[in-house]
């Protein structure tokens, strides 16, 4: 894609966005012996409490009046896309393993693209169909196949749908929301909810060690600061079908995240899987014909 290009910058936010989730999901392995709930909610606590100073300083309205619609759609990004998310991952880890689980939520480009031709009742260019099913194709070989016990299963699937709908219900809340003060909201009410059921459940943790605490506050500022924000950004910009495909980007994140913290070995296997994602992807955003007219960003394929 020429960097001339009016949308270069919106492919480049959508891009580091699931880069940034992946190398959080490589910083979480140093979080295992802590309370997974109590350290989820934590780092969005952390997440929400920078962005409120950012937006203060941009001088950025945090309140609106939202319609009751926008309302009830911020209910359902945060309590499904960020808090059921959060828990369907952690209990499909019990009963399964991370490439087992990744394989399953590795689909959501896949899901996404669908929920967005759904949404939109209108149809997704061949070519960008095409570049997400290799780009996800690609995801799914880096990394690896795992394995999942039925339980363990039916927690990916959940965890699945609660990934889609996080970027499916996020669109039509860009409208009346800043991506940053999207962030904060969510962030904020999900933190407060996760930490909740983690004390209720597993009563008031111990301190977390110097590693833990570095590794949470890291994860915060990349996750749920900058990932975010530049996910609400790019899909903003490009729409989510147009933005979908770069969620295959989040295992090669973590293949980075993990290489750099030397817990992941290196193969063949995930070299050929990063190499789908990157064909997946440039067929994916191939420029479409020029003089096309600009469509509005919120489901726009």
């Known amino acids: 894609m020429p960097r001339d290009d009016p949308s270069y910058g919106a492919h480049l936010t959508a891009g580091a966005a ?31 409490v920078v962005l409120v100073i950012v937006l203060r300083r941009r001088a950025l309205p945090l309140q609106r009046h939202l319609p009751a619609r926008m309302l009830l759609l911020l209910v359902v990004d945060t309590v499904v896309g960020l808090g059921l998310f959060s828990v369907a991952t952690i209990e499909a880890l019990r009963h399964g393993t991370a490439a087992g689980v990744g394989v399953v939520v590795g689909l959501a480009p896949l899901v996404i693209a669908a929920g967005t031709a759904l949404a939109s009742r ?8 095409t570049g997400t099913v290799i780009a996800t194709m690609g995801a799914i070989v880096v990394n690896g196949a795992g394995s999942l016990a039925p339980a363990g299963l039916a927690w990916a699937v959940v965890a699945l749908a609660s990934d889609a709908t996080f970027t499916l219900v996020s669109a039509p809340l860009l409208r009346v929301l800043e991506p940053g003060e999207l962030t904060t909201v969510s962030a904020a009410a999900a933190g407060i909810g996760l930490v909740a059921i983690g004390l209720i459940t597993g009563g008031v943790p111990p301190a977390p060690t110097v590693t833990e605490t570095a590794a949470d506050v890291a994860i915060a500022l990349a996750v749920t600061v900058g990932a975010f924000v530049l996910w609400f950004r790019g899909i903003h910009r490009l729409g989510v079908a147009r933005a979908a495909p770069y969620v295959a980007l989040i295992p090669v994140g973590a293949l ?30 191939w420029p479409r014909q020029t003089g096309q007219r600009r469509r509005t960003p919120s489901m726009d394929v």
């Open 18 to 48: 699931p880069l940034l989730v992946g190398l959080g999901i490589a910083t979480s392995g140093l979080l295992v012996a802590y309370p997974p709930l109590i350290s989820q909610g934590a780092r969005y606590l952390i997440g929400a």
């Open 256 to 285: 980075v995240g993990g290489l750099a913290l030397h817990t992941t070995p290196i193969g063949p296997r995930p070299l050929v899987g990063v190499a789908l994602v990157a064909i997946g992807l440039a067929l994916a955003q």
């Open 122 to 129: 209108r149809g997704i260019p061949r070519a960008l169909i």
